[in-house]
């Protein structure tokens, strides 16, 4: 089963509001008595917390020459095929100012990619969606999707970063659980516990990924825990408030230093640099806020429409 065994349903937020009720009548500590029991005290939280840690600090350094990469291989033969000033003027912007050799050299590097496909045996493989949802990895198909990933962005694929570096987050997670479990064989059992920290591991490889990419970590481990327990409401009682099942705290708790360290080891070695674009000529004001708030519900009815 997916992650999410420790879902509070509203029947057992019920129930514990009872419980305080109940306890305050017999006189006991009624809260103490519906609190969780303590996890963070334990030294397998240090363990995790350190590795995972790690973890995200890795996947943050390795998204520096992957972003790089997928960035400037395909901007230098935009740039050098192109018209003379492409990224500086602003003419370039009108319809068919481009270059013609575009579409041959798209064309070869799609066949080439279709090429690398079949020689690496990649036919289909699982989304970085499906990995999300049930946290099953092979980190062969995983290294596979890197390398062809890195291959499509280079040849002009109009793709995200998304893909191959989710791909790779995961797989360093998986081997990462597996390590920890040989280094210390406590963490193998039971087995339940050993397979519950391996799709720990997963989702937050896969935390780690998002975040050195996104414009801020908290938002991959967001990302992370509303996919990962998206669909699981599909099959509650209409109208149920609190229909489906989310993930435990401890997993959720370790998302947050997975995305963080990832995105803080990639912004230490490649600092965000404020460009002035020419073609930026409406400046910020306290109406931008509005104006955001027309073009997300225009992009909103786009994405109905879309799909």
Known sequence: ??????????????????????????????????????????????????????????????????????????????ENTGPEGLFSNADNLKFLAGSPLWIPICLGASILVGILKVCVGLDTYPSFITELKHQKVEPLTSAKVLVCCIASLCGGATLGLEAGL?????????????????????????????????RTYILCGIAGAFGSILPAPFVSALLVAEV???????????????????LPKKVLTYLVPA?????????????????????????????????????????????????
């Not at 350094?61 to 291989?73: A, F, N």
């Not at 990962?228 to 989310?246: D, I, S």
Request: hydrophobic share 45%.
């Open 228 to 246: 990962a327990a998206a669909g699981t409401e599909q099959h509650a009682p209409r109208g149920e408030f609190m229909a489906g099942r989310k």
């Open 1 to 78: 089963s997916d992650l999410g065994r420790g879902l509070s349903s509203s029947g057992a937020h019920e129930n514990s509001l009872s419980s305080v009720e109940s306890g305050e009548a017999e006189g006991g500590n009624a809260m103490k008595d519906v609190l969780d029991i303590p996890w963070a005290n334990q030294p397998t939280f240090l363990v995790d917390l350190v590795a995972i840690t790690g973890l995200g600090c890795l996947i943050g350094l390795i998204s520096v020459p992957y972003s790089w990469v997928t960035d400037k291989v395909p901007e230098w033969w935009v």
């Open 166 to 198: 989710g791909a790779t987050g995961a797989a360093l997670g998986h081997i990462l659980a597996k390590l920890m479990m040989k280094m210390f064989p406590s963490l193998a059992s039971p087995d339940d516990e050993a397979d519950l920290r391996r």
């Open 259 to 307: 995305s963080t360290f990832a995105f803080v080891a990639r912004y230490v070695l490649e600092p965000v640099q404020l460009v002035e674009h020419p073609f930026y000529e409406v400046p910020y004001n306290n109406l931008s806020a509005f104006y955001a708030l027309g073009l997300g519900a225009i992009a909103a009815v786009i994405g109905l429409v879309f799909l």
